[in-house]
């Protein structure tokens, strides 16, 4: 299971920022605000706790970083897309194969909560009851 949540998640963090694209200035003002690393907390998938050790980085210019300590996997290098305008605000994750999972996320300071679906609709809610939704909650690591 923690395989399937790394991987998910790795899928989910590669949702594209199309690069060459300007960005609007909302979008940018997000990834700034995204920018950094941060691990996660707290998984949940088709309501159930699961385990994560999954640490994501941000950069600025929409892209990312999926690693887990434990797994033994080179880290996953995706590319996000955000809109922050939506209500809840919606975060694309498009991996190196062009797979783009999508999902939802809420950031409050230096926490951060995310449910994303792989394949599908959107999720609409911070919960997983249908089958491939995968929620975690993050925290930013303090640079030391």
């Given at each position: 299971?923690n ?13 594209c920022v ?7 200035k909302?979008?940018k ?6 920018e950094g ?17 999954s ?16 797994s ?10 955000l ?9 694309d994750?498009t ?21 994303f ?28």
């Amino acid at each position: 299971m923690n395989r399937l949540c790394f991987c998910v998640l790795a899928a989910l963090f590669t949702t594209c920022v199309s690069l060459g694209e300007e960005q609007p200035k909302a979008v940018k003002d997000e990834l700034k605000l995204l920018e950094g690393e941060w691990k996660v907390v707290k998984a949940e998938s088709g309501g159930k706790a699961v385990k994560s050790k999954s640490v994501v980085v941000y950069t600025a210019d929409g892209k990312s970083s999926i690693s887990d300590p434990n797994s033994g996997l080179p880290p996953l290098k995706t590319t996000i897309a955000l809109d922050p305008t939506k209500k809840p605000k919606w975060i694309d994750v498009t991996n190196a194969r062009g797979r783009t999972d999508k999902g939802i996320y809420e950031l409050n300071g230096d926490q951060m909560k995310a449910v994303f679906r792989a394949g599908g609709d959107r999720p609409t809610e911070f919960k997983t009851e249908a089958e491939g939704e995968v929620m975690y909650t993050y925290e930013r690591v303090k640079p030391k």
